[in-house]
């Protein structure tokens, strides 16, 4: 069975110019003696967007780990696949993001939830578990409640694990789950039973993504109180090792940490509890990679700097347009938007300064970095001249993508010198 390394980073590469430099940020921290499996992905939505095939990212995979010469493994992740949509990426891809959340409160047959509430018997107990304070005090009806509201998404996680399966083959590729782009997060018991019923059915998941609390905003920090996430995140991965001794899910099984949020906050406590219970970790970086080539553009000046001012005044005039598809996942204080007229006249610096996610700077702006973030479609209307630019200041650009990967991200995760 292919299986995904005990770390691994999904690097979101929206225009396919970034692999490289992304890739330079895995091999860096292998020297440093952390072995990270990388993962390209890229989600149905901004292959519309940008006009691209999933055949696209499985080419940019293979052409920068050949160049680069390296031979660890690496994946191509059909990104927040569901029924609609998975049929695209068969063929590309080795890694599927099943994503159930427009499943989540559909209700299945009642004889289908009956059938799940007998089998999970034994579990309506107080579960004590090393490490969560509170047992978990489980009831027939909680169960019931459970599989009412996650039986019918497991069951179409399985209809589209077994369609990419009769296409690939057993085992030929990595299966996640995720149910994080939904209001609420699960509860610790609803996890327990949702990665019951995974097991019940064959799916057999080596990364799951659940729904924590606090935000996780398009590109900037997470929002909410860390010791509460650390305190959630723990119980997660405890309830995790239960279920794979308990419900034959695989051994590698481990958390998803999803969102194009650079969850500098949470970092700390993520890598604590991971070394901590000797876990794995999935981290998905999507988005910020576009935001390092808007920043790498703007320090290169010149027609580069101009062009994202530009890019930068029409996601003011479409603000309302571009957001919409967002609305869950950005928070954006208008007030705290500057005008085009005023950026017009900034210096390189200013404007990177503004953009980069360094929270110390007292020119960062939180608020203009998520309306960039989300702003991706106006570059892709004019990709002919972004990639042009991209071109002509490609090692500008990719130190900004490769520092912002192995120091924000890689190095905070891992506590790497």
């Known amino acids: 069975m292919k299986t995904l390394g005990k770390y691994s980073i999904g690097m979101g590469d929206r225009f396919g110019h970034q692999g490289s430099a992304q890739l330079k940020a895995v091999i860096e921290a292998g020297r440093k003696g952390l072995e990270i499996t990388p993962v390209w992905n890229k989600s149905n939505r901004e292959h519309i967007i940008i006009g691209t095939q999933p055949e696209d990212v499985r080419k940019e995979a293979d052409e920068v780990t050949s160049k680069a010469g390296f031979t660890k493994p690496y994946f191509v992740d059909a990104d927040h696949i569901n029924s609609d949509t998975v049929d695209r990426f068969i063929d590309s891809s080795d890694f599927f993001t099943i994503d159930v959340a427009s499943y989540i409160g559909k209700k299945s047959d009642d004889e289908k939830i009956e059938e799940f509430v007998v089998r999970s018997v034994e579990y309506a107990q107080e579960l004590h578990f090393s490490g969560i304070k509170e047992p978990l005090v489980i009831t027939l009806q909680k169960i019931k409640s459970i599989a009412e509201k996650y039986l019918y998404a497991a069951l179409k996680a399985q209809e589209i694990y ?4 009769k296409r690939k083959g057993e085992g030929t590729f990595v299966t996640e789950v995720s149910m994080d782009e939904v ?3 699960q509860t610790p018991v609803e996890l327990l039973f949702i990665l019951k019923m995974l097991g019940d059915l064959k799916i057999p998941a080596q990364t799951i993504a659940p729904k924590f609390s606090g935000r996780f905003n398009k590109g900037v920090d997470y929002t909410g109180d860390p010791k509460k996430f650390a305190a959630e995140f723990e119980s997660d991965i405890i309830v995790i090792d ?3 001794r308990e419900f034959g899910l695989p051994a590698n099984l481990k958390m998803s940490i999803h969102s194009g949020s650079d969850k500098f ?3 700390p406590f993520i ?10 970790i999935h981290l998905k970086t999507a988005g910020t990679t576009w935001l390092e080539e808007v920043t790498g553009l703007a320090l290169a000046g010149g027609e580069a700097l101009e062009f994202v001012k530009d890019i930068y005044a029409g996601a003011l005039e479409k603000k309302q347009e571009l957001c919409a598809p967002y609305a869950d996942v950005i928070d954006i204080d208008k007030a705290r938007l500057p005008l085009a007229k005023e950026v017009s006249g900034w210096s390189s610096k200013k404007f990177a300064d503004s953009v980069r996610h360094v929270n110390t700077n007292i020119d960062y702006n939180p608020d203009m970095r998520q309306l ?10 004019r990709s002919d001249e972004f990639f042009s630019l991209l071109e002509k200041n490609s090692e500008q650009v990719a130190d900004c993508v490769f520092e912002n990967m192995y120091r924000r991200h890689i190095c905070r995760l891992f506590d790497l010198d």
Do not use: Q, S, W
Not at 275 to 280: A, D, L, S, T
Not at 372 to 381: S, W
């Open 372 to 381: 960039i973030h989300v702003a991706y479609k106006l570059a892709a209307e």
């Open 271 to 280: 890598g604590n509890i991971i070394r901590k219970h000797n876990k794995g």
């Open 242 to 244: 239960f279920a794979i």
């Open 183 to 185: 209001p609420h997060p």
């Open 162 to 165: 077994r369609k990419i399966e």
């Open 265 to 267: 906050a949470i970092y």
